[in-house]
């Protein structure tokens, strides 16, 4: 398999029987994909543990999926899973699959991976694989409709990690061993190109043998984790911008994590960023760790995600930067996606989604009562 036309990377897959050989094809349904525009423009506050508030039994990685956001670049979902899910592959693009907690192991035709809380599940296009959890997992998946790959800007011109990087080789965990599989009639589920929303639908083919038959295989082209605790923060003396907390890189979308770290230690630096405009991108945090008491007052909280689109100025509620003078260290957890085009809102960011947010910071809205929570509180977070 290779990518970009076979003149980007590839592997030579050495499969026991035929990958080509299917026996039969029948549409496969996929959850709903319609998405909604921000419009009239907000910044939003969707509330994703508020779609898994019962049993996660019967429910499985792939076909759990709830979409949160996306546009023609990448979409956003979120699903609390416990069951092993059916064999999947996406071929629309890349995924990244942020474990928000829980481990387990993903089998896929290059071999096993294990997966823990903090891992990046990075799945080229593609590959079939499953998801099998060991214990109730959290995952928000990350789809690409391109390839998903660290930051060029990291990289040797031959594609060695640069020592500047915030992580290196060692840190990505490939399979490390052949995981071959005997079978008859092997169902799986293909997320392909298509007339449906959002360009995208299901088929389910079916395979004469198993399609996990793999006894070996040579290449630069491989599925792998990557932990957010390998990720060392790169800091500075004045306030260091958004890129310096880039992981990956896909086609008109970046992702990054803010994760534990000192801060701006200048001895007149204020922490928390000034308010900015990202003026080509709409801005999604998914916060996934730390201290939130500090940020009442906007109603974020653990499993939370923000949405602050381009055209709109954003930053910390009003307070928070007197109350960060002087901290030395910020204990939070997020990973944030940018898009360059503008994110629509799925079924699942529809359903959690907390209304008062928009009026936060002026601490009223349009409703006659004065919007917002009311609380009035300051927040810290150094990239709201
Ligand atoms: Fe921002």
Known sequence: ???????????????????????????????????????????????????????????????????????????????????????????????????????????????????????YVLVPRATTHRWLPAEESRLYPIEASSHIAPPKRYLSRFGQFLEHAPYCERDLHGPSEPFVQEGADVEVLVKHRGSGPGGIVGSRLTYATHPLDVVGWDGCLYPYTFNVEDFMPITGKVHQPPPVHQVFEGWNFVICNFLPRKVDYHPLSIPVPYYHSNVDSDEVMFYVGGDYEARKGSGINIGSISLHPGGYAHGPQPSALEVSIGVEYFDESAVMVDTFRPLELGEGGLAVEDPAYAWTWAGRGPDAEGGGDGDGGPAVFSNS
């Open 1 to 119: 398999m290779g990518e970009e036309g076979f003149s980007s990377d590839s592997s030579l897959l050495y499969h026991a029987g035929v990958p080509s050989a299917i026996v039969d094809s029948q549409v496969w349904n996929l959850p709903d994909q319609g998405t909604t525009p921000n419009h009239p423009l907000k910044p939003r506050h969707l509330k994703l543990h508020d779609l898994s508030t019962g049993s996660s039994s019967g429910v499985d990685a792939v076909t759990g999926r709830r979409l949160v956001l996306g546009n023609g670049d990448v979409r956003i979902s979120y699903v609390v899973a416990s069951d092993t899910s059916p064999y999947y592959r996406n071929a629309t693009g890349d995924e990244c699959v942020y474990v928000e907690a829980g481990s387990g192991t993903v089998e896929t035709s290059f071999g096993v991976l294990s997966y823990r809380t903090g891992d």
